[in-house]
């Protein structure tokens, strides 16, 4: 808990008006939040990578995200990190009473229904939608991945694979169908054809949810398997003397095949 302090402390002193870093005193809450993304991402790759000796390290740079949040904070007077970690370690201890809880007799709470009581509990002013706690930050994969677990709580959801892969395909269709269309204005045509591949990937996620993939990370891997081909199939060209963006399309379809086969 020393080195929390010490933390802490850096973080007062380099926000501190008179002799603190300057870049430090000019960030706001919304001025951090791509860099709190950022770190998220890179916790996620160390762990992809097992490198744990670096997960250490990205670790404490997203424990440095809460800490710049919470002393922004206290400087406004609104919260600190005490009232950070006294709300969720009251959520833990709350959603998990059949642990901390001996009256209980270890009965499982369900953990949606403790969270809609906590939504009821909100003030009435505010947006108590079963969906009202999404965030709108979030990478779009994930967040439609959430939306559909969380309508699914209510019963609102396929009940077979198949019935989603009939979507998926009937999302596909709709979008050859704005392709295909001859009497619509080039920016109307644009448009549909977004809402319409935005409702393919939606069915999309919701297929790999059934299938129990993650979407996000299904995704994270094919991108990285891209990038493993193509940096083999530049390398492979490169070997042969050739100048990637001089290879006629045939070249790199061969070069790509073999990337394939070569690393997977």
């Avoid at 160390?46 to 710049?68: A, H, R």
């Avoid at 003030?123 to 108590?128: D, L, T």
């Avoid at 930050?137 to 019963?155: D, S």
């Avoid at 077979?160 to 998926?168: N, Q, S, T, W």
Wanted: proline share 2%; charged share 35%.
């Amino acid at each position: 808990m020393d080195n929390l302090y010490r933390l802490l402390n850096i973080m007062k002193t380099l926000r501190d008006p008179e002799r603190g870093c300057l870049w430090d005193q000019q960030q706001t809450f919304a001025s951090i939040v791509p860099y709190t993304i950022e770190e998220v991402y890179e916790v996620a790759d160390s762990i992809d990578q097992q490198d744990y000796s670096q997960l250490k390290n990205e670790l404490g740079d997203l424990l440095l995200q809460i800490v710049y949040y919470t002393q922004m904070a206290r400087e406004q007077n609104l919260f600190n990190f005490d009232d950070v970690a006294k709300s969720i370690s009251d959520k833990l201890v709350r959603r998990h009473p059949q642990v901390f809880d001996d009256q209980l007799n270890a009965k499982v709470a369900d953990w949606e229904e403790l969270k809609q009581t906590e939504r009821a509990e909100k003030s009435q002013y505010e947006n108590n939608s079963l969906l009202s706690d999404i965030p709108m930050v979030m990478p779009q994969l994930l967040r439609a991945k959430k939306i559909q677990k969380c309508v699914a709580t209510v019963g609102f959801d396929w009940q077979e694979v198949k019935e989603v892969l009939h979507k998926v395909e009937e999302e596909l269709v709709e979008v050859k169908e704005v392709m295909n269309a001859q009497d619509q204005a080039s920016e109307l045509k644009q448009a549909r054809l977004e809402e319409e591949l935005g409702d393919l990937l939606f069915s999309v996620v919701n297929l790999s949810r059934h299938l129990k993939v993650d979407a996000e990370e299904a995704l994270r891997k094919g991108n990285g398997k891209f990038i493993r081909r193509f940096e083999h199939l530049e390398n492979k060209l490169a070997a042969q003397g050739k100048e990637l963006k001089k290879c006629d399309l045939e070249e790199m379809e061969t070069a790509w095949e073999n990337a394939k086969l070569e690393v997977g």
